[in-house]
């Protein structure tokens, strides 16, 4: 099954303090640019501000239009060398059972990952999502153990079980291998498209004309490499899983208000039995 996604730029235009009148333009003579639209508009084009597109996106974040979410850094860019290294020092952490450490160092590689100022190399973001993985099912929350083997294969198809580490968790991460190749496809559109050769995904250079690809859904990093590299964390979703999860959600929500009315009434009731004990007492 494939639906639609895109990734769209969001485009915030402020009117600027001087009342000028934004122009956006493609090409590299504004002052051309000014004089057309002032001619066809019949407004003094010294009123006129040309930008490019990239100019107003530059600094806008991202918005995901289709099921799923983004992700986006909020701290300073980071580097691969800080990535390794606190994929190297969760690896020492899970191989010497320190687990708290381990969790520390991976709580921190995420937080670089999202933040990566380069193109990731596939083999580290794999890895930080394996080692994930073996925590998360040593802590008995299998299904999130599921999801981090997901991301792990993501990043590196063909992934096999490192020896090094006690298969308690090796039936999951190769059942989690097994779905992932039926797993749904989404289209996804990046708009503005990016250069040719721009566009990398989970450490990967993908081809996409007119900034279109297809992904599985799940967690991937998507990045447009260029003089400055912008990464986003984008999860994708069928719009069939997405309505399921919007469902069970009220469900859950409306189970709540039940309860929550279930107990006010109980401790309504409790009150007025005790405001009638009191009463009879002081009969």
């Known amino acids: 099954m494939r639906t639609i996604a895109g990734i769209f730029i969001a485009i915030g ?45 530059e600094f806008q974040p991202p918005v995901l239009y289709g099921a799923g979410a983004t992700q986006t850094c909020d701290g300073p860019p980071s ?13 020492s952490g899970v191989a010497y059972m320190e687990y708290e450490a381990a969790s520390a160092n991976l709580r921190l590689g995420l937080t670089v990952l999202n933040c990566l100022g380069e193109p990731i190399h596939p083999e580290t973001g ?3 999502f394996f080692l994930s993985g ?12 599921e999801e981090a083997y997901k991301k792990a294969h993501l990043y590196m198809p ?20 097994e779905k992932l190749e039926t797993t749904a496809q989404v289209t996804l559109s990046i708009v503005p498209p990016p250069p040719e050769g721009a566009l990398w995904v989970n ?22 490499v260029g003089a400055k590299t912008t990464t986003i964390a984008v999860t994708l979703q069928t719009q069939e899983a997405s309505a399921e999860e919007e469902a069970s959600a009220e ?3 409306s189970a709540e208000e039940e309860a929550s009315a279930e107990e006010e009434a109980s401790a309504e009731e409790e009150a007025s039995a005790e405001e009638e004990a009191s009463a009879e007492e002081e009969d």
Not at 43 to 56: G, I, N, R
Not at 134 to 145: K, M, N, Q, V, Y
Not at 163 to 173: A, E, Q, R, T
């Open 158 to 177: 063909g992934l096999i079980w490192d020896d090094y580490f006690p298969p308690d968790s090796k039936d999951l991460f190769d059942a989690t291998a």
């Open 203 to 224: 450490g990967t250079s993908v081809a996409a004309p007119a900034g279109t690809f297809n992904l599985k859904t799940g967690q991937h990093l998507v990045q447009v």
């Open 134 to 145: 073996i925590l998360l099912h040593a802590s008995g929350d299998t299904e999130a153990a």
């Open 251 to 253: 469900e859950e929500a």
């Open 13 to 57: 235009l402020s009117q600027p303090a001087d009342a000028s009148t934004t122009v956006i333009y493609s090409g590299d003579n504004p002052a051309m640019a000014a004089a057309r639209v002032a001619a066809t508009t019949k407004m003094d084009a010294t009123t006129l501000k040309p930008v490019t597109l990239p100019d107003v996106t």
């Open 79 to 91: 580097t691969m060398k800080a990535l390794r290294g606190a994929v190297e020092r969760a690896e």
């Open 126 to 128: 794999s890895r930080l």
